[in-house]
């Protein structure tokens, strides 16, 4: 089984990814285009992956390789011959179709067997010991659930103690979507070949991935000259959307932030997003709420400006403001509405979270002035679909969102999207499991809030806001882990993320 709580290799991997459909049917032009033959390629992905798994396993000597029937079984035969050559035992076994293999890969099959290398059959028992398994069973072009006897080896790989390295992408794991849909390899390592694809990044893929690797097989230039699906977003983007202030800047130059939200009981909601707000650097932060939450909150933090909300209060807060953030523990009772209600009309740039998203679905408006926050639950209603739907594929989901009610949207999960409607997309590859509580969501529109306020575009305010939180969450996991993480564990590790400039 892999070991989830290693630690992610983001830092290395390419920002740009491509669609899995469009790479499978680019490869022949690739190898026309570079004069690098399709076989060629496949070597180099055997070498790529014979090299990460001697580094990652050194101590394995017995090698079991299983081999499907398409071009991943291929490289496979070609990662066999490269581990018998080292002196490695190899055990190799082979799904039989009705088809033959495809060119490169029978070419691949017969440079093994010319090795001297034996070929069992997928009903082929194992052998007792195991150092190492490579998966090359099911690649890319994956779209169901893996069927016998692929279903099978799967769940046998699974339940094998030896450790596993995925060839280009986990067996069963739909490479557009990230979907599993059915049994599915849990990879220690997967290497990439060419380049990453959606379905290594969010959906389902953390749970099966492992630690990602990505060898573009001397693609890269050739890959320079094609738009990417999306963009792998990471920590060291930062400096790219957050430069230092201006020595003579004051409080009214980095913005003026409205939160407006915290019904009765839900005071911890609008504290940690008008908290996290400061902690992003906007200006000044003014909180509406209930009046039970004024003394508790000036309290806890006195930076905050505090005031009940009411009708008379949010309208003075509406033209105060520079952006609004409405929703963190807004609740749905009149006093929720009627909120929503003078906000939206406003229309002031703004971020909705929480229960206005839940508004906003009952009363659709579209708007390009307004980042949306939905996890699945919120994003199924704003869409009217299940939640199953939404997680069969959240790059559509996310297209979805922004096209039918504007603006830029992130559908948080692992491997968070952002879509703005009409432009780019992009992935989040930050956090980690002990995000998985409550309070992280007002915390992220705290940081996108703050990040507004002091005139960042919409989409860079997003993006970097979302980074924010999953690195600081990140920075978290690797001194304490991720169980038992709080939201409010976050605030303490904000600053410095939002100052790349800082000299450590």
């Not at 490869?27 to 014979?50: D, H, K, N, V, Y």
């Not at 001297?116 to 690649?139: F, N, R, V």
């Not at 968070?416 to 995000?435: E, K, R, T, W, Y």
Request: hydrophobic letters at 40%; glycine letters at 12%.
């Amino acid at each position: 089984m892999t070991n989830q709580s290693e630690k992610r290799n983001a830092a290395s991997l390419p920002h740009s990814v491509f669609s899995a459909d469009w790479l499978r049917q680019a490869e022949s032009q690739a190898a026309q285009e570079t004069g690098i033959s399709l076989f060629t390629l496949m070597q180099r992905a055997a070498s790529a992956a014979f090299s990460r798994a001697r580094a990652e396993f050194p101590a394995a000597k017995h090698w079991l390789v299983l081999c499907g029937q398409g071009n991943n079984g291929g490289d496979g035969y070609e990662v066999a011959r490269l581990a018998k050559a080292a002196g490695l035992q190899v055990t190799l076994l082979a799904v039989e179709g009705k088809k033959p293999l495809p060119e490169e890969a029978q070419t691949a099959q017969q440079g093994w067997q010319k090795a001297g290398g034996k070929t069992l059959s997928a009903e082929a028992s194992w052998p007792e010991e195991i150092d190492l398994i490579i998966d090359g069973l099911l690649g890319t072009g994956l779209s169901s659930a893996p069927r016998a006897p692929y279903d099978a080896l799967i769940a046998a790989i699974n339940q094998h103690s030896a450790p596993v390295l995925a060839l280009d992408i986990p067996s069963g794991l739909n490479a557009a979507t990230g979907a599993a849909e059915g049994e599915t390899v849990n990879a220690n390592v997967t290497v990439s070949f060419i380049a990453l694809k959606p379905g290594l990044l969010t959906g389902k893929a953390r749970d099966h991935v492992g630690k990602l690797h990505c060898d573009a097989l001397g693609l890269e230039s050739w890959l320079g000259g094609h738009p990417p699906v999306m963009q792998r977003l990471d920590a060291t983007q930062l400096a790219d959307w957050l430069h230092p202030r201006r020595p003579c800047s004051h409080k009214g130059d980095h913005g003026h932030l409205l939160v407006v939200g915290g019904d009765t009981g839900f005071a911890g909601a609008i504290r940690m997003a008008a908290e996290a707000a400061l902690r992003a650097g906007a200006g000044m932060v003014r909180v509406l709420t209930h009046k039970q939450h004024l003394g508790p909150l000036l309290t806890a933090r006195p930076e905050l400006m505090v005031q009940e909300l009411n009708e008379k209060s949010l309208a003075e807060g509406l033209e105060w403001a520079d952006v609004v953030v409405l929703g963190p523990g807004l609740g749905q009772r009149s006093w929720g509405k009627n909120a929503f209600k003078q906000v939206t009309e406003s229309q002031k740039t703004a971020l909705f979270d929480a229960d206005a998203l839940n508004l906003l679905a009952i009363t659709p408006q579209k708007r390009q002035n307004r980042v949306l926050t939905p996890h699945p639950g919120e994003a199924s209603r704003l869409l009217g679909c299940s939640v199953k739907e939404i997680e069969s594929d959240r790059l559509l989901a996310a297209r979805k969102l922004s096209e039918r009610y504007g603006g830029v949207v992130v559908l948080k999960g692992a491997g968070s999207l952002i879509s703005q409607d009409g432009g780019p997309l992009a992935l989040a590859d930050v956090g980690n499991a002990g995000m998985a509580t409550g309070g992280m969501g007002d915390v992220l529109s705290g940081i996108i809030g703050g990040l507004l306020a002091q005139k960042l575009s919409l989409y860079t305010a997003t993006c970097a806001g979302t980074v924010v939180h999953g690195a600081a969450a990140d920075q978290l996991a690797l001194s304490q882990g991720t169980r038992g993480m709080l939201a409010t564990d976050l605030l303490t590790v904000i600053a410095p993320l939002v100052n790349p400039d800082l000299k450590k």
